[in-house]
């Protein structure tokens, strides 16, 4: 019905950048806000950042002044831009929307991707 479909993780060097894309697909009538989490190993799956439909946007502490997200409406993406880089942020990162399927009933739901890798290390 939904699909989001993470895609940018990798190796990169304490320091480095990455940039992840999530993109949502299928029945979507609208998508209210979208974000990314994390989930080290052996920890709790974290909030990393928010993004509202207007665009306003929300960090945890840990990566303010470090990581952006943004938004593309026009083609149901969601985009974080991960800068200087630390092994701290080493995780699995997961994308998710809270998206409404049906015009005529006006509920939404939460989606989550399949995660992406992401390891920072030298």
């Known amino acids: 019905q939904v699909q989001l479909v993470e895609s940018g993780g990798g190796l990169v060097q304490p320091g480095g950048s990455v940039r992840l894309s999530c993109a949502a697909s299928?029945?979507?009538?609208?998508?209210?806000?979208m974000g990314w989490y994390r989930q080290a190993p052996g920890k709790e799956r974290e909030l990393v950042a928010l993004?509202?439909?207007?665009?306003?946007?929300n960090y945890a502490d840990s990566v303010k002044g470090r990581f952006t997200i943004s938004r593309d409406n026009a083609k149901n993406t969601v985009f974080l831009q991960m800068d200087s880089l630390k092994p701290d942020d080493t995780a699995v990162y997961y994308c998710?929307?809270?998206?409404?399927?049906?015009?005529?009933?006006?509920?939404?739901?939460?989606?989550w991707g399949q995660g992406t890798q992401v390891t920072v290390s030298s």
């Open positions: 998710s929307a809270k998206i409404r399927t049906s015009s005529t009933i006006p509920t939404s739901a939460d989606y």
């Open positions: 993004i509202t439909s207007s665009g306003n946007t």
């Open positions: 299928g029945r979507i009538v609208s998508i209210y806000t």
